[in-house]
């Protein structure tokens, strides 16, 4: 079974950074697909950035530029930088785990368990 373990979430102001971490265990890490996904209060949950199990990176429109996902296959790790952070950006991040290439949000079928991530203005 498959487990994600996210950390580095918190609160920032305007324009400051973060890092996300998730650790991954339970199975081979190299052929899944992995995604950051996050949601907001009141919104539905989107994936900002994914790393696909076929070599591609993906970045929602929102995040270009600012956010950046990288993945360590020897550490079972995927890690995501977020850079100059919008108070838009607050929302609960969550680690997710796919066996498919995919960037839909129900195409990833093991989760985290979040890390708040908050943006002062």
């Known amino acids: 079974q498959v487990q994600l373990v996210e950390s580095g979430g918190g609160l920032v102001h305007t324009g400051g950074s973060l890092r996300l971490s998730c650790a991954f265990s339970?199975?081979?890490?190299?052929?899944?697909?992995m995604a950051w996904i996050r949601q907001a209060p009141g919104k539905e949950r989107e994936v900002v950035a994914a790393n696909l199990r076929s070599g591609t990176d993906f970045y929602a429109d929102s995040v270009k530029g600012r956010f950046i996902i990288s993945r360590d296959n020897a550490k079972n790790t995927v890690e995501l930088q977020m850079n100059i952070l919008k108070p838009e950006d607050t929302a609960v991040y969550y680690c997710a785990a796919s066996r498919s290439i995919t960037i839909s949000v129900g195409g990833y079928e093991y989760w985290g368990q979040g890390t708040q991530v908050t943006v002062s203005s």
């Open positions: 339970g199975r081979t890490f190299s052929v899944y697909s």
